[in-house]
């Protein structure tokens, strides 16, 4: 899960695609490793992962047709992070903080 709350510019992008492949696989496998010497990194590859980005949407206002599709229950996958949805993680979202905090957060309270 990656929190931004500035404007998500292509430099910017660009980091977020580093850290989707770096997170979840050389993190991850670190913190396993740490607990489990017995662990590979293959296995780690072979667990399914989601990776999330939860975004400023005041900072990153999306254009009219994502509120279209939202409604229509489409999700869209934003900043260039759809190619690895299926590749390197099971899935990808991007989801704005209000969101989050309504839907995901308020679940855990």
């Not at 430099?11 to 989707?20: D, I, N, V």
């Not at 662990?39 to 980005?53: C, L, P």
């Not at 759809?82 to 308020?106: N, R």
Request: net charge positive; glycine share 6%; charged share 30%.
């Amino acid at each position: 899960m990656e929190f931004k709350n500035g404007k998500i510019d292509q430099k910017e992008r660009q980091s977020l695609r580093l850290k989707a492949i770096e997170g979840p696989f050389i993190g991850l496998y670190e913190m396993i490793k740490e607990h489990d010497p017995s662990i590979s990194f293959h296995d780690i590859v072979k667990i399914d992962k989601v990776y999330y980005v939860v975004y400023n949407e005041e900072k990153n206002p999306q254009k009219r047709t994502a509120g279209l599709l939202r409604h229509l229950g489409g999700q869209q996958i934003r900043f260039s992070l759809k190619k690895y949805k299926g590749t390197f993680m099971k899935d990808v979202k991007t989801i704005c903080a209000t969101v989050f905090l309504e839907s995901v957060v308020s679940k855990w309270k």
